[in-house]
């Protein structure tokens, strides 16, 4: 059986959605679930967050002169862009140190992902095609199939994927890969649009690929369903200033919940929620900015929730970890009800147990 598959999408940038990608991993990892994180974001951030300076240097450049060639997403996928096929990837762990029961492994991300793009966009018609269907659907599908291959080598119980804020091939062929969609939002008419851009884009997608899948009657090997199910939307608060006026934040917050309703869930009679706290179909968390940890965090390279007073999270720091790892937990246990995952055999699933913040 597959293992599910979780993205955070939205087409429009700056909302935080490598950050929750990150998080998230880190918190489902101390629920006691192994985790497989991908980045297919050619910008690669999310693999940033998880290695240091020093790993991510020896790893691309071990890329580049093909020492290993298997060892980013894109050294993966390079020979299907010849006459190749795919290669497996060789994951990195994280750091094992900040586990408490599970782990987090890793296909780590490449810049130079962004020349597979035109790879995917080509072979998309010739899947189509009433003959040589193997090598379209091969490269459509890699994505897929490596992620899936990762996370029974990491043992995974889910994947984490992390995309661009686009809405080229590249994310069309990870969304075909995903099982559930979670949409970070900022609160401004950007995000908004992104909601209206967003609903149908997923809509078309998913019934693209149904016909794609529909027209290779007997596949060579497994195709995944591209479901791309939205499961809810997470507000992030990063757009707010201290010289904002709370209006204008609560003009575009609280419309979130009818275009979301609207767009994404195609609900075009309501009844909508007045507000993402009132929404508890679809409003997954609002999460705090924490914006004096953010930069204490990533020096420690950890997530803001494992900072402890050694790395200098002291009085209203501390205080703001403690919450950090609340709203984290909240949002995960969230995630994990509605996608029914079920801890992997010997897991630790601390659902009733507090977790320390040291």
């Known amino acids: 059986m597959p293992v599910p598959v979780l993205t955070f999408f939205n087409n429009k940038g700056g909302v935080g959605k490598t950050s929750l990608v990150y998080h998230l991993g880190w918190m489902l990892s101390d629920l006691g679930y192994n985790v497989l994180a991908c980045d297919l974001d050619p910008q690669a951030n999310l693999t940033a967050a998880f290695l240091d300076e020093e790993r991510l240097e020896s790893l691309w450049d071990e890329g580049a002169n093909a ?18 096929d795919l290669r497996y990837p060789l994951l990195q762990q994280v750091n094992r140190q900040l586990m408490i029961h599970g782990n987090i492994s890793l296909i780590p991300g490449d810049l130079s992902l962004a020349g597979f793009e035109d790879t995917l966009a080509a072979e998309w018609p010739n899947a189509l095609d009433s003959t040589n269907l193997y090598r379209p659907f091969r490269i459509l599908t890699a994505f897929s199939t490596i992620m899936q291959y990762a996370a029974v080598q990491a043992d995974a119980a889910i994947i984490l994927a992390d995309i661009g804020p686009n809405l080229g091939a590249i994310n069309r062929s990870a969304l075909i890969a995903t099982d559930y969609v979670v949409v970070p939002l900022g609160a401004d008419l950007f995000s908004l649009q992104g909601l209206r851009n967003l609903g149908p884009t997923l809509q078309r997608w998913r019934q693209d690929w149904q016909r794609r899948r529909d027209n290779w009657s007997e596949p060579d090997f497994a195709l995944p369903a591209g479901g791309m199910q939205p499961i809810g939307y997470v507000v992030q608060q990063h757009s707010v200033r201290l010289s904002r006026p709370v209006r204008a934040y609560d003009k575009w917050v609280n419309r979130m919940p009818r275009e979301y309703a609207s767009n994404l869930l195609e609900n075009a009679d309501g009844p909508y929620a007045a507000t993402p706290q009132e929404d508890t179909e679809n409003a997954l968390a609002t999460m705090k900015h924490y914006r004096s940890l953010v930069p204490m965090a990533q020096e420690r390279r950890k997530p803001i929730f494992k900072l402890t007073t050694a790395d200098g999270a002291f009085g209203s720091h501390a205080a703001a970890v403690v919450d950090a790892r609340a709203d984290f937990r909240t949002l995960a246990e969230k995630i994990i009800a509605r996608i029914n995952l079920v801890p992997a055999a010997g897991e630790y699933h601390a659902s009733s147990t507090q977790m320390g913040t040291d």
Not at 67 to 84: H, Y
């Open 67 to 84: 020492t290993t060639p298997d060892a980013t997403i894109f050294e993966c996928v390079k020979p299907l862009m010849q006459v190749g």
